[in-house]
């Protein structure tokens, strides 16, 4: 049983600055995630100082991107005027930037959701012992990688070995389409016994995110947090 692992996952769900620009960014509201891990691709650290116009000047494209969007302005900063009222709004938002928050720019040019339950993962993980759940391109492995070994996690042999702490990968349409971490198994004493999770990359609202989720067993009808379904792939470090 992985307490520390459970822990670290929680404490992340609870982070709303974090929470809230994964919601964003799968929404495609702007083109970056905040993440607390530094050694992904495209990590954008925050600027030390921004007190002129020329302080902006020096700034990288990245870190004008992520603070226009913090500000409220446009996710390229075209709308961003110079101005003292716009200088004061970028201000601002450089103080509600975290030191210890990278913005992620992994956005394609498409126009769908980006989901980002892997990224949950991999930010648990770090937050947890500062390992870095990152394949070659330094992004989080996916839950495709995870399912066909590429990843360190070792897989269950059988559902009857899962524990608290352990990383299901769900099937959907026959794919590996979904990773959570699992915080609690449940012994049912009438339905087949299930497990409790948390992560991101889930369709539903804002509110959905870093929460957990439980079987949603209800006498006979099964739900997708059953130990027994054959869509679900169990794994563990």
Same mark, same amino acid.
């Given at each position: 049983?992985?307490?520390? @692992?459970?822990?670290?996952?929680?404490?992340?769900?609870?982070?709303?600055?974090?929470?809230?620009?994964?919601?964003?960014?799968?929404?495609?509201?702007?083109?970056?995630?905040?993440?607390?891990?530094?050694?992904?691709?495209?990590?954008?650290?925050?600027?030390?100082?921004?007190?002129?116009?020329?302080?902006?000047?020096?700034? =990288?494209?990245?870190?004008?991107?992520? +603070?226009?969007? +913090?500000? #409220?302005?446009?996710?390229?900063?075209? $709308?961003?005027?110079?101005?003292?009222?716009? @200088?004061?709004? +970028?201000?601002?938002? +450089?103080?509600?930037?975290?030191?210890?928050?990278?913005?992620?720019?992994?956005? *394609? &040019?498409?126009? %769908?959701?980006?989901?980002?339950? *892997?990224?949950?993962? %991999?930010?648990?993980?770090?937050?947890?012992? !500062?390992?870095?759940?990152?394949?070659?391109?330094?992004?989080?492995?996916?839950?495709?990688?995870?399912?066909?070994?590429?990843?360190?996690?070792?897989?269950?042999?059988?559902?009857?070995?899962?524990?608290? %702490? $352990?990383?299901?990968?769900?099937?959907?349409?026959? =794919?590996?389409?979904?990773?959570?971490?699992?915080?609690?198994?449940?012994?049912?004493?009438?339905? $087949? $016994? !299930?497990?409790?999770?948390?992560?991101?990359?889930? #369709?539903?609202? *804002? &509110?959905?995110?870093?929460?957990?989720?439980?079987?949603?067993?209800?006498?006979?009808?099964?739900?997708?947090? &059953?130990? &027994?379904?054959?869509?679900?792939?169990?794994?563990?470090?």
């Amino acid at each position: 049983m992985n307490l520390l @692992l459970i822990a670290a996952a929680k404490k992340l769900g609870r982070d709303t600055d974090i929470m809230d620009s994964y919601w964003k960014y799968q929404q495609r509201g702007q083109n970056w995630f905040f993440s607390p891990n530094p050694n992904l691709d495209q990590a954008t650290r925050k600027p030390s100082s921004l007190d002129s116009w020329n302080s902006w000047d020096r700034l =990288s494209v990245k870190q004008k991107m992520t +603070l226009s969007t +913090l500000a #409220g302005f446009r996710n390229d900063a075209t $709308d961003v005027i110079r101005n003292t009222s716009h @200088l004061s709004k +970028l201000k601002d938002a +450089l103080s509600t930037w975290r030191n210890d928050l990278y913005s992620i720019f992994w956005a *394609n &040019e498409g126009s %769908g959701r980006l989901w980002l339950c *892997n990224v949950f993962i %991999g930010d648990a993980i770090y937050l947890y012992n !500062g390992s870095n759940f990152i394949s070659g391109n330094k992004h989080y492995f996916d839950p495709y990688q995870i399912y066909s070994g590429q990843s360190f996690l070792r897989k269950r042999n059988s559902y009857k070995e899962v524990k608290a %702490g $352990d990383i299901v990968v769900f099937k959907y349409g026959g =794919s590996p389409r979904h990773v959570e971490i699992i915080t609690e198994v449940q012994k049912n004493f009438f339905a $087949d $016994d !299930g497990f409790c999770s948390i992560g991101a990359g889930r #369709g539903q609202d *804002n &509110e959905s995110l870093g929460v957990v989720k439980c079987d949603s067993h209800n006498w006979f009808l099964g739900g997708r947090r &059953e130990l &027994e379904d054959k869509g679900n792939t169990y794994f563990y470090i």
